[in-house]
DNA sequence: TGTTAAGCGAGACGGTACGTCGCGTCTTAAT
DNA sequence: ATTAAGACGCGACGTACCGTCTCGCTTAACA
């Protein structure tokens, strides 16, 4: 007798909530605003949607896709290939706001933050694996905790944003941090002086 | 000839600011709190300050304190050094979270924008002395650029703060940092080096 | 298909803003005094009512009621008969000043205009009739123009209003009032001239 | 040792304040609008005026001049000629609106009550003496009290004003006034009934 | 002929009301 | 029972005017 939520209108207002991110960023992000663009009643987007803020999420969820993980045989092409990889998404103005309004915003909304932890994931999984590569080449130190080593290699990437907001970097910025990056990683754990990067 | 802007309601006003901002961050921020708390009317509130951003602006410089700029002989010694100085900003919730949203802010509002490129700079300059005494040791290569090496020494630490949030980091992993910064300082721009990456 | 504006908000707004007039006259009425005592919020006022100006208006209409025709077989009688039934609120010093303020607001506002035509005309009505029976019994020329004699008729009343504003005349003062009248408009139009008055 | 208040000052309120009620009315009055077109300071007008509402009530004072008083030899006549005399001010559709608006301030405000009566007194002190002289003459009884009969005259010039706001009287339409108010006053007092009018 | 207290312009001050916007909840009719 | 439509209470927004106050500068009356 009941009648299932309709995908249709979860599927409009999602779309158009991801649109309205991408234009005006969280802080322009307004219910009122998906429901005058999209043309689905308010009442319908609380009945999916219990918060603004789990719209918000779900609409960042549809947004975010896997990334393939390279294999070029050393980290350092590893890295400078995943770096191409995403790079689409890292120079994109729009993007890059959305995600320093993230940040903030999960710093006081869990449901934000679990939102910002998937995504971190997805964008650090490959980059986990590459250093998981590279420590089983002995590029790396075994003694290295891996999960802190992939957040220490997304360190300069991420630090640009926060630095130079939407401005992305250079190519030539780019290959300076990779090099740091390598140079940094091959360079820790072991007491001795940093391995010759072979 | 007129009577001036009153710096006792000024400094209310700022003090109320700054109070409700360590509260409740950026995004709770209100006018009308401020003045609730502070007892000035609103129409002097936007008379000393045209836009609630700019108070907010001025609210947050007053914040900002200068930090003094280490000198132990060695890079590494120098950043260890400079991380105890500021541990006491760098670990204070409300602060990362302030910082958080100021970031998410600039890149929205030129305002902003120019009082958290003041923040870096309060931040970030005894680190480029460091960095500039590290070369003049020749610990690091002549061949880097200081500002962007100075980036890089930073990134590790912001990066925590973006993926991390609120939770700052600890001792252990602060060493790890510093580890990795100097190593990825002092084995950037030696010629004697990786093979080209693409 | 949406919610239709509620009547119970709309009578709570209409009587507290009626309330409020009575008690300090449109000079002083303020929407945010309807919201206070009506505990209607002050959108779902302005949704009812584009403007301040409306909601008096509406308010104010819904005071007026119309008043029966008496009919005693003279102008004299009928005159006196309609002052006493009329006394109730042309007596009431709180409806003098609404009248007063609904005039001049009337001058610059064409909907309190309406408003105020509206209320001379549930006013007049009676009167115009008097006029027209006393014109069929003879008791006024025929070549007198209804509307304009029912002005006539009034006018004492209402100079009495402007002149002594919110004291109402006494019964003596109303007395000679109508017998003013009565000889003004069975005096008028007869072009044998006025009998010698002693 | 003092300083005198400066007359050159006073004036330039007054005027200005004189202008303003002309252009906008008594509702549209404001001190910060006298201030900005006159250049006066706010303090200074303050100074010279306790109220706003006693500003008020000296600018429209110095509007106020007397008329002279006609003397043709009948009571119809003498009318006759003092509205001719008065339409320049009776006439005006600024003056009409700032005497509505005077009507209604004065019901609240005893200063301006007091304005309110001594225009009535310049405006009535005439008819008061074409009264009187009727009476002498004995065109009207000389029971009637002369004051009320003064009201009485007026009457429907301040209804006409009352019900018809900004739009003054025809030329015919006050012919017919004076027609019923010398009528109105010839036929009262005498015990012996009106005339029948047919 | 100074001195000096007041007047003066300018405009900041604490208030109150304005009319608008977005929030998240609710009610209604129609599908 | 879900939907579109939109009314509801709430609270923040930024503005206008109120009448009071604090500023320096100027000026007229007194010594």
């Known amino acids: 007798m009941a009648r299932p939520l309709s995908t249709e209108a979860r599927e409009k207002i999602l779309s158009t909530a991801g649109e309205i991110l991408l234009d005006t960023g969280v802080s322009g992000f307004t219910v009122d605003e998906v429901v005058r663009r999209s043309g689905v009643a308010k009442t319908t987007i609380y009945r999916h949607f219990d918060t603004s803020a ?24 590893d890295l400078g290939a995943y770096c191409e990889i995403t790079s689409q998404i890292t120079c994109d103005a729009r993007l890059r706001l959305l995600m320093l309004e993230l940040l903030a915003a999960a710093a006081q909304n869990p449901e934000l933050a679990k939102t910002k932890r998937a995504m971190f994931a997805e964008r650090m999984g490959p980059v986990r694996t590459i250093i998981q590569l590279a420590m089983a080449r002995g590029e790396i130190s075994a003694d290295v905790d891996a999960d802190f080593a992939t957040e ?5 990437f991420l630090a640009h944003l926060m630095i130079h907001g939407l401005d992305a970097p250079t190519e030539a910025q780019l290959d300076k941090m990779i090099e740091f990056v390598v140079a940094g990683l091959t360079g820790m754990g072991s007491d001795a002086a940093p391995a010759p990067a072979h």
């Open 54 to 77: 789990q719209l918000i999420v779900h609409a960042l969820d549809s947004i975010v896709a896997p990334f393939p993980t390279p294999n070029t045989g050393s980290l350092r092409g």
């Open 152 to 156: 220490l290699a997304e360190a300069p």
